[in-house]
């Protein structure tokens, strides 16, 4: 059985044609990495299988189903974190479940053994302006876990962090994610954040938007920092950074004019 | 990982927790804990501007304008709340003009909150209504008292209209703008999670606005006691603007400094209860 697909996908905002021709399967329970240049539709891409923008031509499909809004079988985690300031950490990481009508004693009993698993026991209580940006990002993490998706849609969830927060979250990530194997989808800068994190990870290239490679990354799990240090792990970072670097550059030099 | 919430830090400090992550710990209430040397707390401040003011009016009063023609010392004025008080004129005044307030405050609220809502969803009420809104807003209003009393008679209500009209295009303008600044990213991140429009309204466009709402009723206040004295001086039986129109014609200085002391303290009493209110019930905005 198959989990995401994407067939024919394209997308256009208005002359700007962001993705084009769109093709890939995704199974369940596998972990997926995009990389790109800037610009080239990564977001764009998630937010389509999010159902948060529709389709010009082809479309995403969700266990055969056709994707036609957000819906809570997908989970987004966000770049910016977008929690509520005025609900503290619980009722943040409820929220989607309250939105639904789902909020029993159980369920709530979940989302605490959730938060332990994420590493926010005992902050239950706290409000965002008074959580760092890490503590910030797992309660993101836990908002979109709550809802018991199929898939997990995470857009640079770690950009806005100190590289050894970071680092640390990486691993959290894997662990959380090793618990539950949901379906991911987590769109990064950074390669070797796709590298240590992914089964395959998806090179895309711009103008237009369209996916370029895509590589199985078969390094042993679970990964640990000394993975990093492994020559394979060295050699598919490489690998990948060679496919992107001429488009980066230019999407570099593209912004800065 | 074990990041548990740890002891009290002054506020903003930065502390590396056990994963290595830097977080930021929640002030403590009892605030930083700075070395030795007395530092004057904000209200004591406060006070002691207020206390260092009445001192000079004392001053002013006795010395340098000394005639009761002119200028009442706080003392006289204590004087004179204290007689009026004992008489009981003083409460069927305050009564009068707290009354008149109240009436006029809460329908301003309502109303204000109401349509605030309104055009912040509706863009036909927005374009019905938006230019009536910023006419009334920029006109002084209150110069239309003489024609309510002539309307209404010289009763409460004619006073309880003018204190609408003052109070009531803050609040509509402030409710507005608080709904149509809510923040893209929280609209769409609820709706990634399947929010209907009704659900973004209650528990993302309301709350996000509640901040901006409390400032305008807050800036109400103000507008509706001038509203009050205003036109209770274009004519009434009743109420501290009265009571200043009566003493200014007999100059009786002691008992219209009294009425202005009253009303600026009972402005000052509501502005603090509202910040009181803004923190218990907006506290993320404040930081
Ligand atoms: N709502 C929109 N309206 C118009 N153009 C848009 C819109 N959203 C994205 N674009 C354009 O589509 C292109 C792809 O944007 P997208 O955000 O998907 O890129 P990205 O790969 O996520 O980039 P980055 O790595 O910088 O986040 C960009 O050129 C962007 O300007
Ligand atoms: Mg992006």
């Known amino acids: 059985m198959s989990s995401v697909v994407s067939e024919h996908l394209c997308k256009r905002f208005g002359d700007l044609e962001v993705l084009q021709d769109i093709n890939l399967t995704i199974q369940d329970g596998e972990f997926v990495a995009l990389v790109g240049p800037s610009g080239c539709g990564k977001t764009t891409f998630l937010r389509t299988v999010a159902g948060l923008e529709s389709a010009d031509e082809g479309g995403i499909f969700l266990n055969g189903k056709r994707v036609s809004g957000p819906d809570r079988d997908r989970g987004f985690v966000f770049q910016n974190d977008s929690l509520l300031p005025w609900r503290n950490v619980f009722d943040n990481t409820v929220v989607g479940l309250e939105l639904a009508g789902r909020m029993s004693p159980d369920e709530r009993a979940r989302v605490t053994r959730l938060l332990e698993l994420v590493g926010l026991a005992g902050f239950e209580k706290y409000f965002p302006r008074q959580l760092s940006g890490g503590m910030r990002q797992r309660v993101n993490l836990a908002r979109a876990l709550a809802i018991d998706p199929k898939v997990l849609l995470m857009d640079e969830p770690f950009s806005a962090l100190d590289a050894q927060t970071r680092e640390i979250m990486q691993t959290e990530l894997q662990r959380v994610w090793e618990e539950g194997r949901k379906t991911v989808l987590f769109v990064t800068h950074q390669i070797d954040e796709a590298v240590f994190l992914a089964d395959r990870v998806l090179v895309f290239a711009r103008r237009p938007g369209r996916l370029l490679e895509d590589i199985k990354i078969d390094l042993p799990r679970p990964r640990t920092m000394m993975t990093k240090r492994q020559p394979e792990f060295v050699a598919l970072v490489d690998r990948i950074w060679r496919l992107i670097e001429k488009d980066v550059r230019e999407s570099v030099l593209v912004e800065h004019v | ?287």
């Open chain 2, 1 to 287: 990982m074990s990041t548990a919430p740890s002891i009290a830090q002054p506020r903003n400090s930065s502390v590396l927790a056990p994963s290595g992550e830097v977080t930021k710990q929640p002030s403590s209430p009892s605030g930083p804990r700075k070395p030795a040397r007395a530092k004057l707390r904000p209200y004591q401040i406060s006070l002691l501007s207020v206390v260092s003011g009445l001192l000079m009016w004392q001053f002013l009063s006795d010395v340098v304008i000394a005639n009761p023609l002119f200028l009442a010392s706080p003392l006289e004025v204590v004087r004179a709340v204290i007689t009026l008080a004992e008489t009981g004129e003083l409460w069927r005044h305050v009564g009068a003009s707290a009354l008149e307030f109240a009436l006029g405050y809460s329908i301003a609220a309502l109303l204000g909150i109401g349509i605030g809502l309104l055009i912040a969803t509706n863009d036909f009420a927005k374009n019905w209504l938006q230019p009536w809104i910023s006419g009334f807003y920029a006109t002084p209003t209150i110069a239309l008292g003489p024609l309510f009393i002539l309307w209404l008679g010289i009763g409460v209500w004619s006073k309880v209209v003018v204190v609408v009209l003052l109070v009531v295009f803050a609040v509509i303008i402030n409710t507005e703008a608080g709904i149509r600044s809510t923040s893209e990213r929280y609209l769409e991140m609820m709706r990634s999670f399947g929010a209907t429009p009704r659900q973004l309204f209650v528990k993302v466009s309301l709350p996000s606005a509640a901040p901006f709402i409390l400032a305008g009723l807050k800036l109400g206040i103000g507008r509706g006691l001038i509203g009050v004295v205003v036109a209770e001086l274009f004519g009434s039986r009743l109420g501290l603007g009265r009571m200043i129109g009566a003493s200014a014609d007999s100059f009786n200085m002691p008992e219209l400094f009294a009425a202005v002391s009253i009303l600026a303290a009972s402005g000052i009493a509501m502005n603090s209860g509202f910040s009181y209110l803004e923190k218990r019930l907006v506290p993320w905005t404040k930081d």
